[in-house]
């Protein structure tokens, strides 16, 4: 069974940094492309950024709001996808998906989020 | 900035059929920008639907289908249930920047 589990969402000032990780099981994680996803307190998706496979390059895309300030980073070996999240600021307060391509499309299975809160 | 755009809301009866698009603020969208679709109900994660514009999962109902409808990728509900009451999301692909981007949702209710 294809599993994502997200973890170190939490409380963060202003201007602070948070690292979330990805949990991936159940299926052949170094072949699928991971992305990650977040939604801000009653409001809409937003795609924050996606990491090829290291068979295709391994290189991570970013979304411009984050862009410079996030980065997105995968270990193989332990089957876990990585969002260090730096200077942050209010508009970043969201819950944080992953998402894993499994051959089909970038979004094929989902976690069930991890919630950030950005607040002094 | 790029924007995609749906209808904020909609309402349809059961057995009903309904039609959310989504457009781009580029232009007309083509199957080049790989529309995806997505059910989301409250405290629940995204579900995908449909992917390269009319593809459904393995696990999405007969009565979900995508296209394209004059210059705006299209999701129809036909045969509506109470259980579609949900927010609906397309996500397009912009290749030049290599990124995507969802619109804005499409809260429908089923009354």
């Known amino acids: 069974e294809v599993q994502l589990v997200e973890s170190g969402g939490g409380l963060v000032k202003p201007g602070g940094s948070l690292r979330l990780s990805c949990a991936a099981s159940?299926?052949?994680?170094?072949?699928?492309?991971m992305t990650w996803v977040r939604q801000a307190p009653g409001k809409g998706l937003e795609w924050v950024g996606r990491?090829?496979?290291?068979?295709?390059?391994?290189?991570?895309d970013y979304a411009a709001p984050v862009k410079n300030r996030f980065i997105i980073s995968r270990d193989d070996s332990k089957n876990t996808v990585y969002l260090q999240m730096n200077s942050l600021n209010i508009e970043d307060t969201a819950v944080y998906y992953c998402?894993?391509?499994?051959?089909?499309?970038?979004?094929?299975?989902w976690g069930q989020g991890t919630l950030v809160t950005v607040s002094s | 900035q790029t924007v995609v755009t749906q209808e904020p809301s909609l309402t349809v009866s059961p057995g009903g059929t309904v039609t959310l698009t989504c457009a781009s603020s580029t232009g007309a969208v083509t199957s080049g920008y790989h529309p995806n679709w997505f059910q989301q109900k409250p405290g629940q994660a995204p579900r995908p639907l449909i992917y390269s514009t009319s593809n459904k999962h393995s696990w999405t109902p007969a009565r979900f289908s995508g296209s394209l409808l004059g210059g705006k990728a299209a999701l129809t509900l036909s045969r509506v249930q109470p259980e579609d009451e949900a927010e609906y999301y397309c996500?397009?692909?912009?290749?030049?920047?290599?990124?995507?981007?969802f619109g804005g949702g499409t809260k429908l209710t089923v009354l």
């Open positions: 159940g299926f052949a994680f170094n072949n699928a492309w």
């Open positions: 998402s894993a391509g499994l051959g089909v499309t970038d979004f094929d299975s």
């Open positions: 990491i090829k496979r290291k068979a295709d390059g391994g290189t991570p």
């Open positions: 996500l397009l692909h912009y290749s030049g920047s290599q990124l995507w981007v």
